[in-house]
């Protein structure tokens, strides 16, 4: 019935804690500085104006929403989305509700419409990860867990939702054997163009984030 409907969040996911927040802040805000002043962005800045305009202001151009940083585990809708029940009900999700854990970011990624960061799993987060998280991108054969992520903005009118899937294509293109083109050794890493505005910086040092496994009704 509807009640139990309302018990299911909206999603579960890591919250990063507030001081590891301000450092992935700092480093997405440093990066989209950075590029959008970079000839090689210049040239490819079509991808994202549509139009022929000379420059481009990354950070005005991604609102981040909310303050809130996650990387969403099961998206569940209140128990509409398919296999929502099933997550709930697994026992390690229980078990390790509201421990914490530490969230390797390993890279930055632009595309016209989000940029985000991606998480790379430990073999003990991959128990919470959904079986079928990774079944939209089209070559089937992504690694569980490719898909994680942190939403870091948004272009106007786009949701969230959207960066776990830019995320997807552009590792798809790898797997397909597409190296990108390397554009430059920046101090944070380096940086590849995957062609149509899709941009990833895998960083050097990867940023280290505690965070809290919970889950979000809002
Ligand atoms: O940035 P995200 O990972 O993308 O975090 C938000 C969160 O759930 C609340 O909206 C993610 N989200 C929304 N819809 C879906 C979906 N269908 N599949 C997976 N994640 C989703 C969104």
Same mark, same amino acid.
């Given at each position: 019935?509807?009640?139990?409907? +309302?018990? $299911?969040?909206?999603?579960? %996911?890591?919250?990063l804690l507030s001081s590891a927040r301000d450092k992935v802040r700092c480093t997405s805000m440093d990066f989209l500085k950075t590029l959008d002043t970079l000839d090689a962005f210049k040239k490819h800045l079509s991808d994202f104006t549509g139009k022929a305009e000379?420059?481009?202001?990354?950070?005005?151009?991604?609102?981040?929403?909310? /303050?809130?940083?996650? #990387?969403?585990?099961?998206? #569940?809708?209140?128990?509409?989305?398919? %296999?929502?029940? @099933?997550?709930?009900?697994?026992? /390690?999700?229980?078990d390790l509700y509201g421990s914490a854990f530490e969230l390797s970011l390993s890279a930055l990624?632009? /595309?016209?419409?989000t940029v985000g960061a991606r998480v790379s799993l430990t073999e003990e987060q991959l128990l919470l990860w959904p079986a079928d998280a990774e079944k939209e991108s089209e070559s089937a054969?992504?690694? &569980?867990?490719? &898909?994680?992520? =942190? /939403?870091? %903005? #948004?272009? @106007?009118?786009?949701?969230?939702?959207?960066?776990?899937?830019?995320? $997807?294509? =552009?590792?798809?293109?790898q797997q397909e054997g597409q190296r990108g083109e390397l554009i430059e @050794? +920046? @101090?944070?890493?380096?940086?590849?163009?995957?062609?149509? %505005? &899709?941009w990833l910086l895998t960083l050097r040092e990867p940023i280290c984030s505690p965070a809290c496994f919970s889950s979000v009704y809002g």
């Amino acid at each position: 019935g509807p009640l139990e409907e +309302m018990s $299911l969040p909206l999603f579960f %996911g890591w919250f990063l804690l507030s001081s590891a927040r301000d450092k992935v802040r700092c480093t997405s805000m440093d990066f989209l500085k950075t590029l959008d002043t970079l000839d090689a962005f210049k040239k490819h800045l079509s991808d994202f104006t549509g139009k022929a305009e000379k420059e481009v202001d990354l950070e005005q151009y991604f609102q981040s929403k909310g /303050t809130l940083l996650h #990387c969403t585990t099961k998206f #569940c809708n209140y128990g509409k989305a398919e %296999g929502a029940k @099933e997550y709930v009900q697994n026992p /390690t999700v229980k078990d390790l509700y509201g421990s914490a854990f530490e969230l390797s970011l390993s890279a930055l990624f632009v /595309t016209p419409r989000t940029v985000g960061a991606r998480v790379s799993l430990t073999e003990e987060q991959l128990l919470l990860w959904p079986a079928d998280a990774e079944k939209e991108s089209e070559s089937a054969s992504l690694p &569980r867990g490719s &898909r994680a992520h =942190i /939403t870091l %903005g #948004c272009a @106007e009118n786009v949701e969230p939702v959207q960066t776990g899937v830019d995320l $997807l294509e =552009i590792l798809a293109l790898q797997q397909e054997g597409q190296r990108g083109e390397l554009i430059e @050794e +920046m @101090e944070l890493g380096s940086l590849t163009y995957y062609g149509e %505005g &899709r941009w990833l910086l895998t960083l050097r040092e990867p940023i280290c984030s505690p965070a809290c496994f919970s889950s979000v009704y809002g």
